[in-house]
T-cell receptor, first 118, second 118 residues
């Protein structure tokens, strides 16, 4: 079984300061991990993904995340927050399909709402 | 058009109405998904179709009826809904995992259909 815990439901930062959104996961296999972003009244957009290659993953809009197996963490960071980063962020773990073929079994975290203060 | 398109974007219906949500993907994917997003709840997987066959029904009430006529189109038929069914309904698509083939499990989301049941 797999699970995702986003440690903060709401994070507030000032514009220009660093962003840290925390995510811990559990998985029975070697998972793929993702961060998605959702702006108000929009669908989810992929920010970045980890798929067992480099442990430091760079995504769009200056975001990056580091996969730490020993800590079962996949925290999302950005050096300098921008007003347009205000949104909700979802950490997602994906295991292989149960039968080895078929659709993916994704587990979503509850989301972290990021507010950026001018 | 590219990506995943959902229509309508907004829908208001009474409890006795019958309506349908439509999703279309132009990505050549073979797996399609319906998710429900309610306020303050994690994303809930509703249905999964893999190569047009339903492979997952996550204990969804029968007042929601999915239909997948081909790999590019997915419908969600709605009838006799309840006010608590008001939510954002998100469609997604992905490559279907095949035996022995590595893939990343990335989902591509539409912008959602905002449903309000009066």
């Amino acid at each position: 079984a797999q699970s995702v815990t986003q440690l903060d439901s709401h994070v507030s930062v000032s514009e220009g300061t660093p962003v840290l959104l925390r995510c811990n996961y559990s998985s029975s296999y070697s998972p793929s991990l993702f961060w998605y972003v959702q702006h108000p009244n929009k669908g989810l957009q992929l920010l970045l993904k980890y798929t067992s290659a480099a442990t430091l993953v760079k995504g769009i809009n200056g975001f990056e995340a580091e996969f730490k197996k020993s800590e079962t963490s996949f925290h999302l960071t950005k050096p300098s927050a921008h007003m347009s980063d205000a949104a909700e962020y979802f950490c997602v773990v994906s295991d292989l399909p149960r039968s080895g073929a078929g659709s993916y079994q994704l587990t979503f975290g509850k989301g972290t709402k990021l507010s950026v203060i001018p | 058009e590219t990506g995943v398109t959902q229509t309508p974007r907004h829908l208001v219906m009474g409890m006795t109405n019958k309506k349908s949500l439509k999703c279309e993907q132009h990505l050549g994917h073979n797996a399609m998904y319906w998710y429900k997003q309610s306020a303050k709840k994690p994303l809930e997987l509703m249905f999964v179709y893999n190569f047009k066959e339903q492979t997952e029904n996550n204990s969804v009430p029968s007042r929601f009826s999915p239909e997948c006529p081909n790999s590019s189109h997915l419908f969600l038929h709605l009838h006799t809904l309840q006010p608590e069914d008001s939510a954002l309904y998100l469609c997604a698509s992905s490559q279907a995992q095949r035996e022995g083939r590595l893939d990343t499990g990335e989902l591509f989301f539409g912008e959602g259909s905002r449903l309000t049941v009066l």
